[in-house]
């Protein structure tokens, strides 16, 4: 069964610093895979998204990931951090099939200190 | 509209009473999902619906939780005899296609008193 584990439920950052958030994820069939960023009483909004092709992949925001199937990663990087920023950040994974069903991963809250 | 819609926003109900959460996915969008956001539990699949079908309802957690969709449009996710476990944020998404962007809705909080 496919699974997403993201390590650290909170990470704190200072305004202009790196922004590294962290997904592993479980599947045993070449996954697609998301991040999703949630603003306070806001609903998901897609980042980015990996499914062939080149594994560095950029999204909105300034954020990128890089998908490495032999370290079974997806971690999520911004060079700079904005204080707008700061909001909740999920990894999730689909396990294919004919269904597009996302499995999320626990949730990073980003904290970003000015 | 241009978005997912969801109503309510809030609903606060007492213990054993039913209750409705509406969705109004994008015009057009085939598939729709729910999932359920909990503290304890994070982000949960419920139900997909392709068109007006249900392929897939391995995530409702018990014969409590039914959902339908209707004329491939709008969909109703009902909660029966409410426990205070079902408190949760109910989100709603829909795509266009079943393998493209799912948009979501902002959600309808849910609180069982």
């Known amino acids: 069964a496919q699974s997403v584990t993201q390590l650290g439920s909170h990470v704190s950052v200072s305004e202009g610093a790196l922004v590294l958030l962290r997904c592993n994820y479980s599947s045993s069939v070449p996954p697609y895979l998301f991040w999703y960023v949630q603003y306070p009483n806001q609903g998901l909004q897609l980042l980015l998204k990996y499914t062939t092709g080149a594994t560095l992949v950029k999204g909105i925001n300034g954020f990128e990931a890089e998908f490495k199937k032999s370290e079974t990663s997806f971690h999520l990087t911004k060079p700079s951090a904005h204080m707008s920023d700061a909001a909740e950040y999920f990894c999730?994974?689909?396990?294919?099939?004919?269904?597009?069903?996302?499995?999320f991963g626990t949730g990073t809250l980003l904290a970003v200190q000015p | 509209g241009a978005g997912v819609s969801q109503s309510p926003s809030n609903k606060v109900t007492e213990k054993g009473k039913d209750v409705e959460l509406r969705c109004d996915p994008i015009s057009g969008h085939t598939a729709l999902y729910w999932y359920r956001q909990s503290l304890g539990q994070g982000l949960e699949f419920l139900i997909y619906?392709?068109?007006?079908?249900?392929?897939?309802k391995s995530g409702l957690p018990s014969d409590r939780f039914s959902a339908e969709r209707t004329g491939g449009s709008v969909s109703t996710l009902t909660i029966q005899r409410t426990q205070q476990e079902d408190s949760a944020v109910y989100l709603c998404a829909s795509s266009l296609l079943w393998n493209t962007e799912a948009f979501f809705g902002q959600g309808t909080r849910l609180t069982v008193v």
């Open positions: 619906f392709q068109g007006n079908s249900a392929p897939d």
């Open positions: 999730a994974v689909t396990p294919g099939g004919a269904t597009n069903k996302l499995i």
